[in-house]
């Protein structure tokens, strides 16, 4: 093993930077040379990379984003664009790859894998924590604390004018943000894609906290369960009270990164090169019970990650 290659690929999340700055120089502590590959699988099917030192990647780890750019590549799901990937690891002398992204990703680094020979290590790095096998993405918690801060101030608005406001956040078809935002702001009501949604409980719930005196409210809704707007005018129509949609969108994807997620990403970083130093691939790094461990990258893309619905009943508690 003598040169790690390094891409980031799909959304971007928070904590990022901080990955790559660890991968590359705890490879550099092991005399390994670092290439990174720029704008996510594009740097592959165009070798389009560059050589990352030690101090190249100073000064990231505190910043959003990712400085090799990220992209969503659907030319690397073709037969073509794999093989230009393949030609690009050779041409640059590439003993193993980390790949630093959502379960796109890691599907998309399987494949790789399978064709180049070359080993593959897979970060896991999204803010909707839909990866199976880790309890916790990159970015994840960062996400988590932008949402939680915009809602606090929208619950301002909503207690002053005596209003419902619906809240959507990110997660694309999962309810994992979601609903660790929705009890972490005290929503009166989290909805997720896991739970069939009706219409008329959530109207009930309006009617039965006005008539108790709450006249205001917050619904943390997940961009996976459909239309808000629609949802929003309907709770207007059916419940009389003033209704708002405020929908947070990629103001959660970006800023700078919690501790807790520069945390995981420097230890996820560490781990992956010590797994291709030690000899393996086809690897995730995951955060299992407090610990980093690894699973095969292909149990991760097959496997379903389960939402903890125990959160959604606990909220509706604490929020009587
Ligand atoms: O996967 C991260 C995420 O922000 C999802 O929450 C969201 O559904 C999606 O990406 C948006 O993707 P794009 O950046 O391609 O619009």
Redesign the pocket.
């Known amino acids: 093993m003598k040169n790690i290659g390094i891409v980031t690929s799909?959304?971007?999340?928070p904590g990022m930077n901080a990955a790559i700055r660890a991968v590359v120089r705890v490879a550099h502590s092991k005399d390994l040379k670092v290439t990174g590959f720029k704008k996510g699988w594009h740097g592959l099917i165009r070798n389009d990379c560059m050589v990352l030192t030690p101090r190249s990647v100073s000064g990231i780890i505190q910043h959003g984003g990712t400085i090799l750019h990220t992209s969503?590549c659907p030319e690397f799901n073709t037969e073509e664009g794999v093989e230009k990937g393949c030609e690009s690891l050779a041409s640059n002398n590439i003993d193993g790859l980390v790949v630093i992204g959502?379960d796109g990703s890691f599907r998309a680094a399987l494949e790789l894998g399978n064709k180049s020979g070359v080993p593959m290590i897979g970060i896991p790095a999204?803010?909707?924590n839909?990866v199976f096998g880790t309890d916790e993405t990159i970015g994840f918690d960062t996400?988590v604390n932008t949402a939680v801060q915009q809602i606090d101030k929208i619950r301002d608005t909503a207690v002053s004018h005596d209003r419902i406001f619906v809240v959507e956040?990110?997660?694309?078809?999962r309810g994992f943000?979601a609903s660790t935002v929705g009890i972490t702001v005290g929503a009166e009501i989290i909805l997720v894609p896991e739970v069939e949604f009706i219409a008329e409980n959530v109207f009930e719930i309006i009617r039965e906290n006005a008539e108790k005196g709450k006249k205001s409210g917050i619904i943390v809704a997940a961009?996976?369960i459909g239309d808000t707007h629609q949802l929003t005018k309907d709770i207007r129509e059916n419940t009389g009270l003033e209704t708002r949609l405020s929908i947070l969108g990629?103001a959660?994807?970006g800023g700078n990164p919690t501790a807790r997620s520069r945390l995981l990403a420097s230890l996820f970083g560490n781990r992956s090169v010590e797994l291709l130093f030690e000899g393996q691939g086809n690897k995730a790094v995951v955060f299992q019970n407090g610990s980093v461990k690894s699973i095969d990258i292909k149990d991760s893309c097959e496997g379903e990650k389960r939402l903890d619905l125990s959160l959604i009943r606990l909220a509706e508690i604490l929020a009587k």
């Open positions: 799909g959304g971007d999340a969503r959502g999204t803010i909707d839909d996400a956040v990110m997660g694309r078809k943000l961009e996976g990629y959660q994807r």
